[in-house]
Nanobody, 127 residues
Framework: QVQLVESGGGSVQAGGSLRLSCKLS????????MGWFRQAPGKEREFVAA????????ALVDSGGGRFTISKDTARNMVYLQMISLKPEDTAVYYC????????????????????WGQGTQVTVSS
């Protein structure tokens, strides 16, 4: 069974940066579409970023304004979310997700498309 463990969350001031990491175990990440989602208190879980199995295709939330970058290191079974110029509205629990796919180039942007989730890591941005 696939397990996902996030790390790298924390508290930063507005304008700061964080890099979130997600370790996949129990299989090889090259078989999975990977994504990052976030959920703020009282709000629904929302898409942030996704990367295809091959790593050549990515999808990013429109409201990110180019501040988020997703990448993967297949050899280490790791996926990363680099966040810069953080804003207080980025405050949320960030979740890593993975879904097996037989297609190497697709990304997935809906939570219901993913069948494996991490426990989440808290990101708090203060003004």
């Amino acid at each position: 069974q696939v397990q996902l463990v996030e790390s790298g969350g924390g508290s930063v001031q507005a304008g700061g940066s964080l890099r979130l990491s997600c370790k996949l175990s129990g299989d090889t990440s090259s078989r999975y579409v990977m994504g990052w989602f976030r959920q703020a208190p009282g709000k629904e879980r929302e898409f942030v970023a996704a990367i295809s199995r091959s790593g050549e295709n990515t999808a990013l939330v429109d409201s990110g304004g180019g501040r988020f970058t997703i990448s993967k290191d297949t050899a280490r079974n790791m996926v990363y979310l680099q966040m810069i110029s953080l804003k207080p509205e980025d405050t949320a629990v960030y979740y890593c997700a993975a879904d097996y796919s037989d297609r190497t180039t697709i990304t997935k942007i809906f939570p219901d498309d993913y069948h494996n989730w991490g426990q989440g890591t808290q990101v708090t941005v203060s003004s």
